[in-house]
């Protein structure tokens, strides 16, 4: 990863020379000025540092000037003040001019030295997510080239698109539904362009990636030593996201312990760090996101009613795509166009092949999984490679299910042999399948015992389905792991039976 990129201005070329080499030794790459004017000039030819440490006395133009002059050009660069004395005053102007810290050099250096890096790490992540949002939107382009122009090409996007629309400008929680890799952090993301909030952060926090005890330091912060591996404090997302947006991915995936702490903040707008005792105020708008059953974990217990009802003021369900397949075409030449240009490859068109597999596939990835295809599509320029690689997976799709549907009777032997049995073939069906189907021939009406098997199969999947169900209030991925299937066979058996969850 290469090194954060850091500015110090200060005429103390004592002060100026430990702090260089402190910082080096941490590992950023460090440039030193002694006047506000000589870093302005160099910004004129050179690219802006990730963060300015700025002394605020200086002869000639001080610290303030210098910010004043910065904001003019360079106002999105983290600016940390350093000063030999606290003086309110000037912290409040400095605040007011956009600075990420004030920090009193004093007499102990250490004591500063911490603080300085711990005000440095802040910043740096804070431009970091800055510059992610830029590039997410740089990429996404936002009218009418971009993936919400290639979204609105369906009926149902566009009615998403419209409640965006309704809705972006007020606070309330939105609850963003939908399976995996159909778009619920462009629509997230959608929802911050178009508040008042737009120009404040936008923060993503993927809940299922981390440990509970992690989590709850990513969300909240922590104080130095307030657990094992705590070496300094660390701001947590709520205040990076002070202001602005903060979305929750895969919400389904919070520990109980920790929906407690979040269900205090959305009421309190306070919450304090792991190891601390200090109350912190925060601004911020929550957009949860998942792929999970909440309804069913409310049921089983493993998610809380109360915070769910909090996050679920306005509910945008995010159909599939092979829901959505009109999209298609236009998601087509949209990562086209942006991969082409991307990777420098010459824009080629899918022949009517392609395009016809292409509107034709399943698609059990979603617009992630389109992406992907195009982008390897455009890398490797071979249309016979994407076309292999859409039947491979449409084959291994349709193997996955039937061995499912195979294997499913047999591995709930018990539940099955509760189910009624079937009707058992007539005298005039048994005598046909003796002397080769004459009988057949004169009782239509027979039933094959293919037919019979198949009758019986589902009826025994039927009751072991539904008893699995019962058995976990319905909770899916329990009742899919006890029958031996996975998520997505059990949906598509559950539709296949005609099983629905009854209506509370």
């Known amino acids: 990863m290469t090194p954060a990129r850091l500015a110090i201005v200060d005429d103390d070329p004592q002060f100026a020379s430990y702090l260089t080499t402190l910082l080096r030794s941490r590992g950023y790459d460090v440039q030193s000025f002694t006047s506000g004017s000589d870093l302005l000039q160099s910004l004129y030819s050179d690219s802006a540092p990730d963060v300015l440490l700025l002394d605020v006395l200086m002869p000639g133009m001080d610290g303030l000037d210098t910010l004043r002059g910065l904001q003019k050009t360079h106002g999105t660069v983290p600016v940390i003040m350093l000063s030999g004395r606290q003086a309110p005053a000037t912290v409040m102007e400095a605040g007011r001019l956009g600075a990420e810290a004030y920090i009193c050099k004093g007499d102990e250096p250490d004591a ?64 963003i539904r939908g399976e995996s890799g159909v778009g619920k952090e462009i629509i997230a993301r959608e929802l911050h362009r178009q508040s008042a909030r737009r120009a404040r952060a936008f923060v993503k926090v993927n809940c299922a990636a981390l440990p509970a005890e992690l989590l709850e330091s990513e969300l909240f912060g922590h104080e130095r030593g307030a657990f094992t591996g705590a070496q300094s404090a660390r701001m947590g997302k709520f205040e990076y996201a002070n202001g602005g947006t903060l979305m929750l991915d895969e919400i389904g995936e919070m ?47 493993t998610f809380r009613e109360d915070l769910y009802y909090r996050l679920q003021v306005i509910e945008l369900h995010v159909p599939p795509l092979r829901e959505r397949r009109e999209e298609i075409p236009a998601l087509l030449e949209f990562f086209l166009q942006r991969y082409s240009k991307r990777y420098g490859r010459p824009l080629q068109r899918p022949s009517a092949t392609l395009r016809q597999a292409l509107a034709t596939y399943s698609w059990p990835g979603n617009v992630r999984e389109l992406e992907n295809v195009i982008k390897r599509f455009v890398i490797l320029q071979d249309e016979s490679l994407v076309l292999s690689e859409l039947q491979r997976s449409r084959k291994a799709d349709e193997t996955r299910t039937a061995a499912a549907a195979a294997s499913e009777p047999a591995a709930a032997p018990a539940t ?58 319905w909770n899916r991925r329990k009742a899919a792991q006890t029958l031996g299937v996975s998520y997505k066979t059990l949906l598509n058996k559950m539709k296949e039976c005609g099983i629905a969850e009854p209506k509370l």
């Open 112 to 175: 500063m030295a911490t603080e300085l890096e711990v005000a440095i790490r802040n910043a740096v992540e804070k431009a970091r997510l800055r510059r992610d949002n830029e590039h997410l939107w740089s990429q996404v382009g936002e009218h009418p080239d971009g993936a919400q122009a290639a979204w609105g090409a369906g009926q149902a996007m566009h009615q998403v698109m419209t409640m965006v629309e309704r809705v972006a400008d007020s606070d309330v929680g939105v609850l």
């Open 255 to 301: 520990p109980a312990a920790l929906q407690a702490k979040l269900l205090h903040v959305l009421q309190d707008n306070t919450f304090t760090k792991l190891g601390s005792n200090r109350t912190i105020s925060v601004d911020v708008r929550v957009i949860a996101a998942t792929n999970r059953d909440l309804e069913a974990m409310i049921r089983s217990g």
């Open 416 to 473: 099955a042999t509760a189910a009624p049995p079937p009707a058992a073939p007539s005298p005039e069906a048994a005598d046909a399948d003796e002397h080769g189907g004459t009988a057949a021939a004169a009782a239509p009406t027979a039933v094959s015992l293919p037919d019979l098997a198949r009758r019986a199969a589902m009826e025994a999947e039927r009751e072991a389905i539904q008893a699995a169900l019962d058995r976990f209030r």
